[in-house]
């Protein structure tokens, strides 16, 4: 069974960084694109971050651009997001998600359980 | 960017009713479009992807139409546990987006 395991969440002050991170387990990691999605409380699913299965390409929304870093260690089946001058925008539950191809044209399925992130003074 | 404008926003039905949910892009994405369904408190499940297919364990009663720019999500007769809030995703073109949500509810 496919499964994703968020972690890394919690409460930050604004130009604070965090790392999160998501474990995957049951199925070839290297052969799946990875991607982060956001939720804003009651908000809906915004697209963050890609990264293919190589690992060599990454992608990232404009609200994210030049802030955040994906990356992955395929050896350790996990994917990864730092994220750094963090914004009162940025609070959101980040789901981690495997795509369905091993490219960034894909489709969500599973998603992990979500990692709250609250950027606060 | 690709904007999804899903319809209607909130969708009030009783069980055993069908549910029509529907999904335009602002511009032409083929088949390129992806169903998911969210309950409170939950992550995202993936329902239908390109326009028309079920995913693996999802009930026969959802079903996906549409191609082009119009695209729509059937649920045939509705159970207790289909209140959700239901998003679409394209990924025809980058970056990938998702429509705003129709919520169904009671």
């Known amino acids: 069974e496919v499964h994703l395991s968020e972690s890394g969440g919690g409460l930050v002050q604004p130009g604070g960084s965090l790392r999160l991170s998501c474990a995957a387990s049951?199925?070839?990691?290297?052969?799946?694109?990875m991607t982060w999605v956001r939720q804003a409380p009651g908000k809906g699913l915004e697209w963050v971050s890609a990264?293919?299965?190589?690992?060599?390409?990454?992608f990232y929304a404009d609200s994210v651009k030049g802030r955040f870093t994906i990356s992955r260690d395929n050896s350790r089946k996990t994917v990864f997001l730092l994220m750094n001058s963090l914004r009162v925008e940025d609070s959101a539950v980040y789901y981690c998600?495997?795509?369905?191809?091993?490219?960034?044209?894909?489709?969500?399925?599973?998603w992990g359980q979500g990692t709250l992130v609250t950027v606060s003074s | 960017e690709i904007v999804l404008t899903q319809s209607p926003v909130t969708l009030s039905l009783s069980p055993g009713e069908r549910a029509t949910l529907s999904c335009r892009a602002s511009?032409?994405?083929?088949?390129?479009l992806a169903w998911y369904q969210q309950k409170p408190g939950q992550a995202p499940r993936l329902l239908i992807y390109d326009a028309s297919n079920r995913a693996t364990g999802i009930p026969a009663r959802f079903s996906g139409s549409g191609s082009v720019t119009d695209f729509s999500l059937i649920i045939s007769s509705l159970e207790p546990e289909d209140f959700a809030v239901y998003y679409c995703?394209?990924?025809?073109?980058?970056?990938?987006?998702f429509g705003q949500g129709t919520k169904l509810e009671i």
């Open positions: 998600a495997k795509g369905d191809n091993s490219g960034i044209y894909n489709w969500f399925d599973p």
């Open positions: 511009q032409s994405i083929s088949s390129d």
């Open positions: 049951g199925f070839t990691f290297t052969n799946y694109a």
């Open positions: 990264i293919k299965g190589s690992g060599y390409s990454t």
């Open positions: 995703q394209q990924r025809s073109d980058w970056p990938i987006t």
